[in-house]
């Protein structure tokens, strides 16, 4: 029931992507493979699969890898859904749908583990669930700032024919820093309550290794930032270029995590 | 008049003139009425529309009793106060039908110089109400102006010529808009008077914009300028205090020099504190330094810039053109045979007035043969002549009637004609 309610989302998802890079290089129509109507539906599909998934085990879905990429998965799908309230939001979207799309068969193709009895409270969930609407915050930061940086290489080198797809460069800074904003909070919230319970722990896990050093050092990189940014005036292209080089960074660490460890914090 | 001008178009446009000799003929909103009042009360012309922008200076007219085509051409060359003689030839006069088509293709944007623009509805609209103001509108123009306006918008309901067609001074407000959004709380200094920059400076104004700053080389033209705009004028040599206050900045001097270096604008990044800056040089020869666009934070555009980007989806736009040609040839057959339609509808009246009037006047002719009658056959008398005149004029009206609904305007206009020489005859 769950891979089947993922791969339902995963076509929602690459289905009108699929469309919309067939309409650019071939002459077809692609009315249908608007976002605004496939997105929703893949929303749906996750929400499922994680409804399954946590029917069938005794742990929150979110505390297994395969869980816990499904839930950023639908995080970032709602975060878009909540941005295309601005206009030209749909190359955001295409650019977010990929990073899902990617979340969605990392996956799939995560053999299905279970839980370690410490994984079990609800004050984990908390703490996962805080840190995965910073990761999904600065998902959104991501792709803003790639339209940010795409934006601005157009007028600076005059190729002004498709400026007019993008938001103004205001409003693609204006929303990174948002994102951004959120995402760090998040990230700070839910990190400084992984310490806590690391440090109440009598084992202590969860103190050191990849995930707890890459997290901090993201964490410290996006600081550095919205730092820069409120004393600095270091705003637009300085902004957008700490959004990508910290996603990647984020990109990276996830990926160890779930496919070289085995789990957030090692199997 | 000339009995075969019931309606004349005379100007000079972009495709006729430069910006120089345009200039000269160009007339400022608060003359218009006065100018057609003046037309009106010397006889040239009876009503008209007189409109004037930066790519056109056209009179829409119904000639009076001491105007024709050539004497309105004359006097469109005089505008600037002498006869400028190197202008009559570069002003075209278009009459009846010719001048209605003129005016359909102008209010559907087939003559702009970036076709399909939406400016030209608004311009011709205002032109219209300043007719009015001046009291030069009559029925004709009416008629005219009221189809025009359909016809534009049928144009531009029905093809594609309006997608993406902007003119330069929405071009200019589109970049800024590229980059600092919405223009509420955002101010620009507009350096020169130059047409191109008060076209971009009206324009952003028009979209929200909250402070324009204006500088000059000459400090009463740039009061006059800040005045208009509402905003606040300085010398030209302050420009360079102003630039780390400013989010936007058009230049359009005929200064032939660079106004603003690199050097220049480096030092006001600092105190931006990142805040973008968006220069637009309207000017040729340039103002602005064009590697200013170098630096972080500045965006620098120039008239090609804008005119690149106000001629997007120019293909589409001309493939458009052509089915709105088609619509306006149409439609200017219609209208030209239902307002030639109407008008007769009107002399008919006039006729019949006529006829009332001579009727009456022999009726008093024979007042006091009649007041010897008694009442009743006096009574009959005048229910007889009336009979008369009514029968006599009916089968004429008939056919007059008959061939406007066909549109047979020419031998309408010629029973008419035969009627007014009659009527002055006898007058």
Redesign the interface.
């Known amino acids: 029931m769950s891979t089947a309610a993922t791969i339902f989302a995963l076509s929602c998802l690459v289905l009108p992507i699929l469309g919309r890079w067939l309409a650019r290089f071939r002459d077809v129509r692609a009315d249908w493979a608007s976002l605004s109507i496939w997105a929703p539906l893949g929303m749906a599909g996750l929400l499922v699969s994680l409804l399954a998934m946590g029917s069938s085990s005794s742990v929150w879905p979110m505390v297994t890898v395969q869980g816990g990429l499904q839930t950023l998965a639908l995080l970032v799908c709602g975060g878009w859904i909540v941005l295309s309230r601005s206009e030209r939001m749909e190359a955001a979207g295409t650019i977010l749908m990929s990073i899902v799309g990617l979340l969605i068969v990392t996956s799939l193709l995560d053999p299905v583990r279970t839980a370690s009895a410490g994984s079990l409270g609800l004050f984990i969930s908390i703490h996962l669930g805080l840190i995965f609407v910073g990761l999904g915050s600065f998902a959104l930061s991501f792709a803003l700032s790639v339209l940010y940086l795409t ?1 601005r290489n157009r ?2 080198s ?1 190729r ?2 498709d ?2 797809d993008l938001p ?4 693609l800074d ?1 929303l990174n820093a948002r994102t951004q904003g959120i995402g760090f909070v998040a990230l700070t919230v839910g990190v400084a309550m992984g310490f806590f319970m690391a440090l109440g722990s009598s084992s202590g896990r969860g103190l050191s290794g990849l995930t707890f050093w890459g997290t901090v050092s993201v964490w410290g990189w996006y600081a550095i930032g919205l730092q820069s940014r409120l004393m ?7 902004a957008a270029v700490f959004g990508v080089v910290g996603f990647c960074a984020l990109g990276a660490i996830i990926g160890l995590a779930a496919v070289w460890q085995g789990g957030w914090h090692g199997a | 008049m000339a009995p075969d001008e019931r309606l004349v178009a005379v100007g000079i446009s972009h495709h006729t003139a430069n910006v120089e000799d345009r200039e000269r003929v160009a007339v400022a909103p608060e003359r218009v009425p006065v100018i057609l009042d003046q037309m009106c009360a010397e006889g040239f012309i009876s009503e008209g529309v007189l409109l004037s922008t930066c790519n056109r200076t056209e009179l829409y007219t119904v000639p009076g009793r001491n105007g024709s085509a050539d004497r309105l051409a004359r006097l469109l060359a005089e505008t600037g106060g002498v006869l400028d003689r190197s202008l009559v030839d570069k002003i075209y006069t278009k009459r009846d039908e010719a001048a209605l088509h003129h005016i359909f293709r102008v209010a559907s944007s087939l003559d702009s110089l970036v076709i399909g623009e939406p400016q030209i509805v608004g311009q011709l609209k205002s032109a219209f109400r300043l007719a009015q103001t001046g009291n030069a509108a009559g029925p004709m123009m009416h008629r005219v102006m009221d189809r025009a306006m359909s016809v534009s918008k049928r144009v531009r309901t029905e093809t594609d010529i309006s997608r993406e067609a902007v003119s330069v001074g929405r071009a200019g407000v ?2 800024v ?6 223009l509420k709380g955002r101010s620009a200094l507009l350096i020169g008077a130059g047409q191109h920059g008060k076209v971009v400076a009206r324009a952003l104004l028009d979209f929200g914009l909250d402070e324009l700053v204006v500088a000059n080389r000459t400090f009463e033209r740039a009061a006059d300028l800040a005045n208009l705009y509402n905003g606040s004028a300085i010398p030209l040599q302050e420009v360079d205090r102003y630039l780390h206050r400013v989010d936007i900045v058009v230049s359009s001097t005929g200064a032939g020099r660079l106004l603003l270096t690199r050097g220049d604008v480096s030092p006001a990044l600092t105190k ?5 800056l968006v220069m637009i040089d309207l000017a040729v020869p340039r103002n602005i330094d064009p590697s200013v ?1 170098d630096l ?2 500045v ?1 620098r ?1 120039d008239i090609d ?1 804008l005119a ?2 106000a001629g ?1 989806g120019k293909q589409s736009r001309l493939d458009a053109a052509e089915v709105a040609e088609r619509i306006v040839e149409q439609a200017t057959e219609r209208h030209w045979k239902q307002i030639m339609g109407e008008q007769v509808s009107q002399e008919l009246g006039r006729i019949v007035k006529g006829a009332e009037h001579i009727r009456l006047g022999e009726m008093a002719r024979i007042e006091a043969l009649l007041s010897t009658l008694p009442p009743e056959q006096s009574v009959a008398v005048d229910a007889m002549t009336r009979a008369i005149v009514k029968k006599l004029l009916h089968q004429p009206l008939h056919q007059l009637r008959a061939w406007a609904e066909d549109g047979n305007i020419e031998q309408a206009q010629a029973l008419f004609t035969a009627f007014g020489r009659e009527d002055e005859e006898d007058a």
């Open positions: 934006q007028l600076k005059k002004l024919q400026i007019r103004s460069l205001d409003t204006r600095g005036g270091w705003s637009g292209r300085s | 589109e970049l808009r590229q980059v600092v959004g919405d931006r504190r990142g805040r973008p666009n972080r934070g965006y555009f810039d690149q980007f997007r």
